[in-house]
C-alpha cells in the first residue's frame, strides 16, 4: 500500500516538474512584433511605430523603397545556450543586425528588382555571447513593386524549439514545392508523351491527337514554373520580364486545367467552349499588361484585378462541370470536377488572403493543388487505358470468333475447290486422253484404214502404221506418271516402249545418257511435248531413215541446273533439210517452240543429227 502511495506521489512530481520546466521554456520564447521603423520612399523618409506584419505592397501602393526596423527586447534570464530567430517572411533584400553586430544578409541593398529573398522562411542561430539582458534587433529590408517585401512577426527562444517551427513552415514551403515540383515534371512529360504517340490513325489524311494529354502536359508544366518560383531565391530573368512569365504561367495553367475539364465532359467540340478559349487567350494576353502596369507604374491593383478576372472565370465553370458529374457523369468527370473545386477555393483563399488582406506571412495553397491534379491526371490514364484494354479484350475476343467462323468457312470453301481442282484435273486429263488418242491413235488407225482400203500400201507398211499407233497409245498411259521436268525418267519410259521395235529391225540402239538433273520449268503439258517430239523424232527414223544403228546422247550444258541437251543421231540415207517440207519435221519445230526448246537439224547420208536444247 505505502509502495502504490509512493509510486504515485512520485509520478505527480515528476509530471509537475515537466510541465513546469515546458513552461518555463515558453517563457522563454518571445513573439516580437512591435517595432520602430524609418522608412524611406522616393528619398522620402518617416519615422513610425509599426505593428508587425509590415506588408510593403499594401503599405507603400506599389511604390520601392526601403524601411529599417528597430525591434528593443529584454531577457530575464542570460541564456547559457544558442537561442534562435525565426523570420517567417522578410526582404526582398535584407540584413539582420543584433546589438550593432550583423548576423545575415542577403541580396542587393541598393539595387532593385534583382534576387528575391522573401519567397522562404529565415532562420538565424545566435550565441549566447551575443545577447544581454537588453537587446536591440535591427532589421534593414528592400523591397520592390509588387513582389510581396515587409517584414512578419518573429519568434526568437531557444534554438531547438525555434528551430523545429522554422523547420515546419520551410518543409511546407520550400521542400513541399521541390516534391511537387518533381511530380509536377514527371506527370507532365508523361501526359505530353502520350499526347505525341496516342494518335487517331482511324482518318489517315488527317491523324489526330488527344488534346486532353495535352492540356494535361500544359497544366503541369506551366503550374511548374509557379511552384518553382518559390524556391528559386535568383530568378532566371530580370523581374520585370520573369514577373510576366510567372502570370502568363498562372494563366495558361488554368486555361489548361479549365481546358482539360471540359475534354473530360465530352464538351471540347460546343460552341461555348470556343467562346472560353478566346476569353482564356484574351486573359493570358492580359497577364503580359497587367504584369507591365504594375512593374513599370506601381498599379498593383490592376494585378489583383486581372487574377479576380481569372479566379471568377474558373469558378463561373463549376456549376455546369458540377451538374455534369452528378448527372450520369463517369468517375473520372467527378474526381475531375471535385479536384477543380477544391482548386478554385484555394485560388480564393489566395486571392484574398495573398492579394487583398494585409495578412503577410501565409503561404499561398494553391500550388499544393497542382499535385492533386497530378493525381488527378494518373487515375484518368489509368482509367482510360484499363477501359481500352477491356475493349481490345472483347475486340480481340470477337475478332477471334470471326476468324475462327472465317476459317471454317474458307475450309469448307477449300474443300469444294478442292474437290472442284481434282474433278478438272480428271477431266483435263480425260480430255487429253482423248486428245491424244485421236490425234496420235486415231490418226494412225485412219491411215491404216485408208491404206487397206486403197489397196496400195503392202501389209508391211499398214503393219507399221498400226504399230506407231499401239505406241503411241502407250506412251500416253506412260504420260500419266511423268515426273515433272525429269527428261531422264522420259528417256528410260521411251527406251522401254520403242527399244523392242528398234530390235526387230536390227536397228542397234547406242544411250549415252548422263545423270540429268530436273529442268523446273517443265511441268506436265511441257513434259507431254518433249515427249511428242522425241517420238515424232524416233518414228522418223523407224520409217524414214534405213539406219543401222541410231544413237541417243542426253548431257546436261554446262553446269547441272543449266540445261539438257539431247542428240538423236542415225546412220540413215539423210534427207536435205533445206528443200525437203515434210509434216513431222514442221510438227517437232512446233512442238519446241512451244515449250522454249531450241531444235537443229543436220542431215547428209550416213550421219543425221537431231538436237533439242532445254535450259
Given at each position: 500500500m505505502l509502495a502504490a502511495y509512493f509510486s504515485r506521489a512520485l509520478s505527480l512530481c515528476l509530471g509537475l516538474l515537466l510541465a513546469s520546466s515546458a513552461l518555463h521554456l515558453r517563457a522563454q520564447t518571445l513573439e516580437l512584433s512591435q517595432a520602430q521603423a524609418w522608412v524611406t520612399v522616393l528619398g522620402q523618409t518617416t519615422?513610425?511605430?509599426?505593428?508587425?506584419?509590415?506588408?510593403?505592397?499594401?503599405?507603400?501602393?506599389?511604390?520601392?523603397?526601403?524601411?529599417?526596423?528597430?525591434?528593443?527586447?529584454?531577457?530575464?534570464?542570460?541564456?547559457?545556450?544558442?537561442?534562435?530567430?525565426?523570420?517567417?517572411?522578410?526582404?526582398?533584400?535584407?540584413?539582420?543586425?543584433?546589438?550593432?553586430?550583423?548576423?545575415?544578409?542577403?541580396?542587393?541593398?541598393?539595387?532593385?528588382n534583382g534576387a528575391d529573398y522573401a519567397k522562404s522562411p529565415r532562420y538565424v542561430e545566435i550565441q549566447p555571447g551575443s545577447l544581454h539582458r537588453s537587446n536591440l534587433l535591427r532589421i534593414r529590408i528592400r523591397a520592390d513593386i509588387g513582389r510581396r517585401g515587409g517584414l512578419a512577426p518573429m519568434t526568437l527562444g531557444p534554438a531547438e524549439e525555434?528551430?523545429?517551427?522554422?523547420?515546419?513552415?520551410?518543409?511546407?514551403?520550400?521542400?513541399?514545392?521541390?516534391?511537387?515540383?518533381?511530380?509536377?515534371?514527371?506527370v507532365g512529360l508523361m501526359a505530353l508523351a502520350l499526347w505525341a504517340s496516342q494518335v487517331d490513325t482511324l482518318a489517315p489524311d488527317k491523324p489526330r491527337r488527344d488534346p486532353l494529354y495535352l492540356h494535361a502536359g500544359l497544366a503541369q508544366l506551366f503550374g511548374l514554373l509557379v511552384v518553382v518560383d518559390v524556391i528559386l531565391d535568383n530568378p532566371p530573368l530580370s523581374w520585370l520580364w520573369w514577373g510576366i512569365v510567372l502570370r502568363m504561367a498562372v494563366a495558361i495553367w488554368m486555361a489548361s486545367t479549365l481546358l482539360f475539364c471540359m475534354e473530360i465532359a465530352g464538351w471540347s467540340r460546343r460552341p461555348a467552349v470556343s467562346w472560353l478559349r478566346c476569353w482564356l487567350g484574351l486573359l493570358a494576353a492580359g497577364s503580359v499588361v497587367a504584369g507591365l502596369v504594375a512593374s513599370l507604374f506601381g498599379h498593383t491593383w490592376v494585378l489583383t484585378l486581372w487574377y479576380s478576372a481569372l479566379a471568377v472565370t474558373v469558378l463561373a465553370t463549376l456549376p455546369a462541370l458540377i451538374w455534369k458529374a452528378t448527372h450520369g457523369g463517369s468517375g473520372s468527370q467527378k474526381l475531375v470536377t471535385a479536384v477543380l473545386l477544391l482548386n478554385g477555393l484555394l485560388g480564393l483563399r489566395d486571392l484574398i488572403v495573398v492579394r487583398i488582406s494585409s495578412v503577410y506571412a501565409e503561404n499561398t495553397l494553391l500550388r499544393y493543388g497542382s499535385l492533386l491534379f497530378a493525381l488527378t491526371l494518373g487515375y484518368v490514364v489509368?482509367?482510360?487505358?484499363?477501359?481500352?484494354?477491356?475493349?481490345?479484350?472483347?475486340?480481340?475476343?470477337?475478332?477471334?470468333?470471326?476468324?475462327?467462323?472465317?476459317?471454317?468457312?474458307?475450309?469448307?470453301?477449300?474443300?469444294?475447290?478442292?474437290?472442284?481442282?481434282?474433278?478438272?484435273e480428271r477431266t483435263a486429263e480425260r480430255t487429253r486422253i482423248l486428245r491424244d488418242m485421236h490425234d496420235g491413235v486415231g490418226s494412225h488407225i485412219s491411215t491404216a484404214i485408208r491404206?487397206?482400203?486403197?489397196?496400195?500400201?503392202?501389209?508391211?507398211?499398214?503393219?507399221?502404221?498400226?504399230?506407231?499407233?499401239?505406241?503411241?497409245?502407250?506412251?500416253?498411259?506412260?504420260?500419266?506418271?511423268?515426273?515433272?521436268?525429269?527428261?531422264?525418267?522420259?528417256?528410260?519410259?521411251?527406251?522401254?516402249?520403242?527399244?523392242?521395235?528398234?530390235?526387230?529391225?536390227?536397228?542397234?540402239?547406242?544411250?549415252?545418257?548422263?545423270?540429268?538433273?530436273?529442268?523446273?520449268?517443265?511441268?506436265?503439258?511441257?513434259?507431254?511435248?518433249?515427249?511428242?517430239?522425241?517420238?515424232?523424232?524416233?518414228?522418223?527414223?523407224?520409217?524414214?531413215?534405213?539406219?543401222?544403228?541410231?544413237?541417243?546422247?542426253?548431257q546436261p550444258m554446262g553446269s547441272p541446273s543449266a540445261g539438257v541437251r539431247l542428240q538423236i543421231i542415225d546412220d540413215g540415207v539423210g534427207f536435205d533439210v533445206d528443200t525437203t517440207s515434210k509434216k513431222g519435221l514442221r510438227s517437232m519445230t512446233d512442238r519446241a517452240v512451244a515449250i522454249g526448246a531450241i531444235l537443229r537439224c543436220s542431215s547428209q547420208p550416213g550421219r543425221t543429227v537431231i538436237e533439242i536444247s532445254v535450259s
Open positions: 519615422q513610425q511605430a509599426v505593428s508587425l506584419p509590415y506588408h510593403w505592397d499594401q503599405r507603400q501602393n506599389g511604390r520601392p523603397g526601403e524601411a529599417s526596423f528597430e525591434i528593443p527586447f529584454v531577457l530575464p534570464v542570460l541564456p547559457s545556450a544558442s537561442y534562435g530567430l525565426y523570420i517567417p517572411r522578410l526582404g526582398n533584400a535584407y540584413e539582420v543586425w543584433l546589438n550593432g553586430v550583423l548576423l545575415q544578409h542577403n541580396g542587393d541593398m541598393q539595387q532593385g525555434v528551430h523545429a517551427v522554422y523547420l515546419k513552415n520551410y518543409r511546407w514551403r520550400s521542400t513541399g514545392s521541390f516534391a511537387i515540383t518533381i511530380t509536377g515534371l514527371v489509368t482509367a482510360r487505358f484499363r477501359a481500352a484494354l477491356l475493349h481490345a479484350r472483347d475486340f480481340t475476343a470477337n475478332l477471334a470468333r470471326q476468324v475462327a467462323s472465317k476459317e471454317d468457312e474458307l475450309a469448307q470453301t477449300y474443300q469444294r475447290f478442292e474437290l472442284l481442282a481434282r474433278e478438272q491404206q487397206l482400203e486403197a489397196g496400195r500400201s503392202s501389209s508391211a507398211q499398214v503393219v507399221q502404221t498400226l504399230r506407231d499407233s499401239l505406241d503411241q497409245l502407250k506412251l500416253s498411259v506412260d504420260a500419266m506418271n511423268l515426273p515433272e521436268g525429269d527428261i531422264g525418267a522420259l528417256l528410260a519410259s521411251m527406251r522401254y516402249r520403242l527399244e523392242p521395235r528398234f530390235a526387230a529391225l536390227d536397228v542397234r540402239l547406242i544411250w549415252e545418257v548422263e545423270e540429268l538433273a530436273p529442268v523446273p520449268r517443265l511441268d506436265g503439258a511441257a513434259m507431254r511435248q518433249m515427249q511428242l517430239l522425241l517420238f515424232e523424232a524416233l518414228s522418223n527414223v523407224l520409217q524414214h531413215a534405213r539406219a543401222h544403228s541410231l544413237r541417243i546422247r542426253a
